[in-house]
């Protein structure tokens, strides 16, 4: 059986993204993968700076590093930020970048966001793709960028959008059917 992590770049109250993080988890469900879904909220770790390093690394990093490298598939939901990613997963994936063996060349990624604006996070994601990309990540190629958000899902927390739903199932099937051997 295949296992997938399940992470969000928000750990707000009532956030969207980690909406869309159990709306990929019951997906990915069905299709017969055991998932772990995380909140990063328990994962707490100092902004990274280099001089930290010499007197050692958070035990949050190493669990994530850990955590990345054992499970078959890692799904990311993030919001945008600026255009960019929110500080809690670019401090999150810099601790986890500096951990050896690698924890980005062994699972298949899928990276999605939903926000509060029609563009549905689609230049946060960009980042998302280029940075995990460049350290070798094997990410899939749907692009899942939802918004707005305040149309997106229903009162139980389902997306609404068929086209959306089909783009999920597209990522699914995506994320269950490549492997890094
Ligand atoms: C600092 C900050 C910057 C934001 N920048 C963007 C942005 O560039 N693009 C966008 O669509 N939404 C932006 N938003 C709005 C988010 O899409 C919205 O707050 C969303 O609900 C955040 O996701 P969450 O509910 O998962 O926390 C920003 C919000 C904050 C707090």
Do not use: C
Not at 2 to 9: D, F, N, R, V, Y
Not at 68 to 97: K, Q
Not at 109 to 123: A, P
Request: glycine share 10%; net charge neutral.
């Amino acid at each position: 059986m295949k296992t997938a992590l399940t992470l969000s770049g928000s750990i707000r109250k009532g956030s969207v993204n980690t909406m869309l993080q159990a709306q990929m988890g019951r997906k990915l469900t069905e299709a017969g993968v055991a998932v772990n879904a995380i909140s990063l909220g328990d994962f707490p770790m100092p902004i990274f700076n280099e001089d930290l390093e010499p007197h050692g690394v958070p035990e949050a990093a190493v669990q994530l590093a850990e955590l990345w490298r054992s499970h078959d598939i890692v799904f990311i939901a993030s919001p945008e930020y600026n255009g960019g990613l929110t500080p809690l997963l670019v401090n999150a994936v810099t601790w986890v970048s500096r951990q050896r063996p690698s924890p980005f060349r062994h699972a298949i990624f899928g990276i999605g966001g939903v926000s509060s604006g029609k563009y549905g996070t689609i230049w946060g994601l960009s980042h998302l793709r280029e940075s995990l990309t460049k350290m070798g990540a094997l990410v899939v190629p749907t692009l899942l960028g939802i918004g707005p958000a305040d149309q997106a899902f229903d009162e139980k927390g389902e997306l609404v959008e068929p086209a959306i739903t089909r783009k999920v199932e597209q990522m699914v099937t995506e994320l269950t059917s490549f492997s890094r051997g």
